[in-house]
C-alpha cells in the first residue's frame, strides 16, 4: 500500500482506495490510481478481556460482526447494512439509530493509515489524537485507511417490537419513545397516515428469533420481492403511488422477536434506489417533518418509498454528521429508475434552512462554503488537511465539492 502511493506521487497521480461500492457519492472514485482492498482482510487481532479487535480494512461488516460473535463480542451499533467493508464504512460515518450508543465513528480506539509520503502511521486518543478525531470520518482525503481497532462489547441479544402507528401519534409520543428504548426509529409511508415505528431493546435471552417461514415471507418476500414489484408498478405509473402506499400501509402487521444483536441491527436489501440522508438537530425534527410533509401537497411529488427517521447522541468525531449535538436523521429514497433531482432539491432546501448536515456517502448538492459553516471543527480538518496532503494525494472530484480544493 506505501508503495503504491509513494509510486503514484513519483507519477503525479491522485489515489483513492474503494470499498464495496455502497456510498452514492463519488467518494470513492478514482480520477488516478484505485486503489482495492481485498488484499486488507485480515483479523489481526482479538482480545475478549478489553474487548479491543483489530481488523484490516477490507474485511466487510457481515464478517466482522460473524468474528466478533464467534469470540463473545459484539459492536453496540450499527447500521441496518452489513455489506461495506469496515474502512468504508467508517470513513462516511455511517450510523445506525440510538438513545445512548452511538455510530461507528465513536465505537472506534484507532486507526493505523497511509499518509501521503508513504509513512505507515497509527493514531488513537493518546497518540495524535487530532488526527484520529480528524480521521475516524475523514473520506480518506488524509490518508488510506489499511486497519481499524474496534472497541468491542459483550454480545448481547435485542428483542425487536416492530408496530404500525398513526403519523400524529408517532410525532406526539417521539420523546417518550426516544427516552424509553435504546434504538429507535420509524417509517413514513408517504400520502399516507401510516408509520411503521421499531423499537430494539437488550433481553437476557435466549434469543426468540423469526421463524424461518416468518423470516422468508416478512423479510425477503414483502420487503423485497413484492416491494420491487410495487416500484416497478409505481414507476410506470406514478399517479397510482397514493393509493398503493396506502394499501402498503394497512398490510403492516406488528411483530416481536428477539436475536443476537446484529441480526436485528441488520435487514437484506435487494430492491435497488437512490438515497438522501440529512442530520439536523434533534430538537428540530417534529416541525421539520411536518414541514417535509406540506411539501408532498406543495410540490405534488409522487414517493413510493418510505421516509426513515433515526436519532442519534453526539459525537466528537469532527465531520461525524452527530457532531457536537445530539441529532435526528431524516433519510429519503427513490427507486433507482426514478428521477429524484426534484425531490432531492426540495428536501434538502428544507434541510439546510434546519442546519442539516448531509451524509457523506449520500447524494447531495453541499459545498465546502456550506460545510464550513455547519461543523465547528471544519477548518480544523482544513489545516490538517493541508499539512498532511499538501498536494492533494488523496484528491478527486467529490473531496474537490466538500473540501473546495
Excluded at 398503493?244 to 436475536?259: E, M, Q
Excluded at 448538492?365 to 456550506?370: E, G, I, L, S
Excluded at 459553516?373 to 490538517?384: E, I, N, S
Amino acid at each position: 500500500m506505501a508503495a503504491a502511493i509513494r509510486a503514484a506521487a513519483t507519477a503525479g497521480q491522485t489515489v483513492r482506495m474503494v470499498g464495496t461500492g455502497h456510498s452514492f457519492t463519488g467518494a470513492a472514485v478514482a480520477d488516478g490510481v484505485l486503489l482495492r482492498p481485498g488484499g486488507l482482510t485480515a483479523v489481526r487481532s482479538v482480545d475478549t478481556g478489553s474487548g479491543l479487535v483489530t481488523v484490516e480494512a477490507g474485511l466487510p461488516l457481515h464478517a466482522l460482526n460473524r468474528t466478533l460473535d464467534e469470540h463473545g463480542l459484539a459492536l453496540a451499533n450499527m447500521g441496518d447494512i452489513q455489506e461495506q467493508t469496515v474502512a468504508g464504512a467508517l470513513q462516511t460515518a455511517t450510523h445506525g439509530t440510538g438513545r445512548d450508543a452511538a455510530g461507528l465513528v465513536s465505537q472506534v480506539t484507532a486507526l493505523e493509515m497511509v499518509l501521503a509520503d508513504g509513512s505507515v502511521v497509527t493514531c488513537s486518543r493518546e497518540e495524535r489524537p487530532d488526527l484520529f478525531d480528524a480521521a475516524r470520518a475523514g473520506l480518506g482525503a488524509l490518508g488510506i485507511v489499511t486497519a481499524v481497532t474496534w472497541k468491542a462489547v459483550p454480545s448481547f441479544v435485542l428483542r425487536a417490537r416492530e408496530e404500525p402507528m398513526r403519523w400524529d401519534e408517532v410525532l406526539t409520543r417521539l420523546d417518550e419513545f426516544d427516552d424509553a428504548n435504546e434504538h429507535f426509529e420509524f417509517y413514513w409511508f408517504p400520502h399516507t397516515e401510516g408509520c411503521l415505528t421499531k423499537r430494539n431493546n437488550r433481553v437476557e435471552g435466549p434469543p426468540e428469533p423469526l421463524s424461518k417461514v416468518k423470516y422468508w415471507v416478512d423479510d425477503q418476500l414483502l420487503s423485497n420481492k413484492v416491494f420491487g414489484l410495487v416500484n416497478r408498478v409505481t414507476h410506470r405509473a406514478p399517479t397510482t403511488t397514493p393509493f398503493i402506499n396506502g394499501i402498503s400501509a394497512k398490510a403492516l402487521g406488528a411483530r416481536t422477536y428477539s436475536d443476537t444483536s446484529y441480526k436485528v441491527f441488520t435487514s437484506p436489501r435487494t430492491v435497488r434506489f437512490k438515497e438522501q440522508e440529512y442530520a439536523i438537530p434533534r430538537e428540530r425534527l417534529v416541525p421539520t417533518l411536518r414541514d417535509l410533509r406540506a411539501l408532498f401537497d406543495k410540490r405534488g411529488w409522487r414517493i413510493s418509498f418510505p421516509i426513515e427517521i433515526r436519532l442519534l447522541p453526539e459525537e466528537d468525531a469532527w465531520l461525524s454528521m452527530a457532531h457536537g449535538r445530539r441529532t435526528a436523521f431524516i433519510a429519503v429514497h427513490v427507486y433507482h429508475r426514478d428521477p429524484h433531482k426534484e425531490y432531492f432539491e426540495g428536501v434538502e432546501e428544507l434541510m439546510t434552512a434546519a442546519g442539516g448536515r448531509p451524509h457523506w456517502g449520500k447524494l447531495h448538492t453541499r459545498d465546502a462554503a456550506y460545510l464550513e459553516t455547519a461543523y465547528p471543527r471544519f477548518g480544523d480538518f482544513q489545516a490538517l488537511r493541508d499539512e498532511l496532503d499538501p498536494d492533494r494525494r488523496f484528491a478527486n472530484a467529490y473531496t474537490r465539492q466538500v473540501f473546495g480544493d
